[in-house]
Nanobody, 123 residues
């Protein structure tokens, strides 16, 4: 079982930036997927971005492309989500997710989840 620890959420004004971090510990394969999702009350969990840590392959949803950047540190088993030009509608709980191998965008394919970190963007 892989454990995920997230950090970096908080309160920011519209137009500001935040960087989220997520570190995985436990047993991993030669390549694995780490992704970011977000969720607001009453809504489904929304895929934002994915990276495969060894190969560097990335997938970012169009709605945040150009504002959000996913990156990873292979040696630290850590993934980052750099968020810029934040908008009030970006307010949500942000979750990190993990799967050995390829995962895709569907939440139910991921094996491990972080505890979530709140991001609040004020107008």
């Amino acid at each position: 079982q892989v454990r995920l620890v997230e950090s970096g959420g908080g309160l920011v004004q519209a137009g500001g930036s935040l960087r989220l971090s997520c570190t995985a510990s436990g047993s991993t394969f030669s390549d694995y997927s780490m992704a970011w999702f977000r969720q607001t009350a009453g809504q489904d969990r929304e895929f934002l971005a994915l990276i495969m840590l060894r190969s560097g392959f990335r997938d970012v949803v169009d709605s945040v492309k150009g504002r959000f950047t996913i990156s990873g540190d292979n040696d630290k088993n850590t993934v980052y989500l750099q968020m810029t030009r934040l908008k009030p509608e970006d307010t949500a709980i942000y979750y990190c997710a993990f799967k050995n191998g390829w995962a895709g965008r569907m939440p139910n394919t991921f094996a491990s989840w972080g505890q979530g970190t709140q991001v609040t963007v004020s107008s």
